[in-house]
């Protein structure tokens, strides 16, 4: 079956430090993938994508990585703040206007 | 000037009732959606309208039916309503005819917290 990310884990950081989210997909024919950020009370909020020809990507203080051999995708987070505390969501697609959404890691940010 | 708006945010009803979501997004987009996410999070796509075509539905109980009116609004309505059914609702628009960053970005709304008792 279809399935993106693991079960919701939560990841607990210190302000300042580089925050590291992890996500594993399933579908090898997945070209896209996306990452969202979804703050409490609110709806997820594009952040960044990459294309499956691309291996890296990065964004204002954000960096993502995709290894395509073992089907991984991760989130770097520079100088975490208080502010990026929030769910992460790795999102892929194969074509087409289907997105699918992995589970999603909760980020704490200690202050 | 919200790009996308849900209405309402809260709905409390019993089970059994029949009740619409309403989503409006002010972005031009032409593709609009319906997702569900349960109380672990877990976000799951439900309908899609590409220009007031549907485009993708999942596998819903038929008694949600989307309508799409404009290119502009998605509207979800949900009949004999069930505990099952309690979550958060979001809409969500993008834009279609594009390359895949503008397609596969999309913008949700607030989202809707349905409580079925």
């Known amino acids: 079956g279809e399935s993106v990310g693991l079960h919701l884990p939560t990841l607990s950081v210190q302000e300042g430090d580089n925050s590291i989210i992890n996500c594993a997909y399933s579908?090898?024919?997945?070209?896209?993938f996306i990452w969202y950020k979804q703050e409490s009370g609110k709806g997820p909020q594009f952040i960044i994508d990459i294309r499956s020809n691309m291996d890296k990507r990065q964004g204002q203080r954000v960096t993502v990585l995709l290894n395509k051999t073992v089907k991984h995708l991760s989130l770097q987070i520079a100088a975490t703040q208080p502010g990026d505390s929030a769910v992460y969501f790795c999102a892929e697609n194969t074509g087409g206007f289907k997105t699918i959404f992995g589970a999603g890691t909760r980020l704490f940010v200690k202050a | 000037d919200t790009a996308v708006s849900q209405t309402p945010k809260y709905l409390v009803t019993q089970m059994g009732n029949d009740k619409s979501i309403k989503c409006e997004q002010n972005l031009g987009h032409d593709t609009m959606y319906w997702y569900k996410q349960d109380s672990k999070k877990f976000l799951k796509i439900m309908f899609s309208?590409?220009?007031?075509?549907?485009?993708i539905n999942e596998t819903v109980p038929n008694r949600f039916s989307p309508k799409s009116p404009d290119k502009a609004h998605l509207n979800l309505h949900i009949n004999s309503l069930e505990l099952g059914d309690s979550a958060v609702y979001f809409c969500?628009?993008?834009?279609?005819?594009?390359?895949?960053?503008?397609?596969?970005?999309?913008?949700f709304g607030p989202g809707t917290r349905l409580t079925v008792l």
């Open positions: 579908n090898s024919a997945s070209d896209y």
């Open positions: 309208y590409n220009n007031k075509e549907l485009i």
């Open positions: 969500a628009s993008s834009q279609g005819e594009a390359g895949a960053h503008l397609r596969l970005t999309q913008y």
